[in-house]
């Protein structure tokens, strides 16, 4: 069965979806207005995107949490992860919109808890770049 990711999911805060709900038959796959968005896909994928700028986080939030995790994995956020390992989605909790599983490069995985694992003394050391 192939699966199919709702567009415009960017974050994972906020998905709490089952993934049979968008599940699609071979018919639609191979549908050519499919190929198509999945190409465009790609291209954004492959599109090197750097930060214009950079900055330390002050403040625990639900988005530096994020960005402690992606870090901890050796990515700069979400947008590195998702085009070096060329996925869609990241895997998120549903309670709580965290990053629930992170691959790294050398293709072991972090495996990362529902709680908060930033602590208070490492919330300085997260970078927050912005595009």
Not at 10 to 24: I, N, P
Not at 55 to 65: P, Y
Request: charged share 35%.
């Amino acid at each position: 069965m192939v699966s199919q990711e709702v567009p415009g999911t960017s974050r994972c805060l906020g998905e709490a979806h089952v993934l049979d709900e968008f599940s699609t038959s071979c018919d639609e796959v191979l549908d050519p207005s499919n190929v198509k968005k999945s190409e465009a896909s790609a291209v954004m994928a492959k599109a090197d995107l750097k930060p214009k700028s950079i900055r330390h986080a002050k403040n625990w939030s639900d988005e530096v949490e994020n960005l402690y995790r992606f870090q901890q994995a050796g990515y700069r956020d979400e947008f590195e992860y998702k085009q070096v390992k060329q996925v869609d989605t990241v895997e998120c909790w549903p309670e709580t919109g965290f990053v629930k599983k992170l691959q790294r490069r050398d293709n072991t995985f972090y495996y990362y808890n529902k709680q908060r694992e930033c602590e208070d003394k490492e919330v300085r050391k997260v970078k927050v770049y912005v595009y």
